[in-house]
Nanobody
Framework: QVQLVESGGGLVQAGGSLRLSCAAS????????MAWFRQAPGKEREFVAA????????SYADSVKGRFTVSRDNAKSTVYLQMSSLKPEDTGVFYCAAKRTLRGTPRARYEYDNWGQGTQVTVSS
């Protein structure tokens, strides 16, 4: 198991940028694929982006491609989500998730069994 703590959320105007961070506990961070999900009010939690154990492979939801970048620093046990050109529809609680695997970048919510507490991102129009 790994414990995850997100930070970096806040209020930003449309067109602005934010960088989210997710710090993981434990010494086996580099055996986990990491992902970001978001949940808008009244909606289900949805996949945003994922990065494999090494950082060499990434995957994005179509809605964020070209605007968001996921990366990781295994030496710091931290994964990042750089968000640019933010839109009001990006508003929601962003969750970090971890799956112990050396294979690929899982995109399904059910595949992840470690979750952070979430950080709120609000984009004003």
């Amino acid at each position: 198991q790994v414990q995850l703590v997100e930070s970096g959320g806040g209020l930003v105007q449309a067109g602005g940028s934010l960088r989210l961070s997710c710090a993981a506990s434990g010494r086996t961070f580099n055996t986990y694929a990491m992902a970001w999900f978001r949940q808008a009010p009244g909606k289900e939690r949805e996949f945003v982006a994922a990065v494999n154990w090494s950082g060499g492979s990434t995957s994005y939801a179509d809605s964020v491609k070209g605007r968001f970048t996921v990366s990781r620093d295994n030496a710091k046990s931290t994964v990042y989500l750089q968000m640019s050109s933010l839109k009001p529809e990006d508003t929601g609680v962003f969750y970090c998730a971890a799956k112990r695997t050396l294979r690929g970048t899982p995109r399904a919510r059910y595949e992840y069994d470690n979750w952070g507490q979430g950080t709120q991102v609000t984009v004003s129009s």
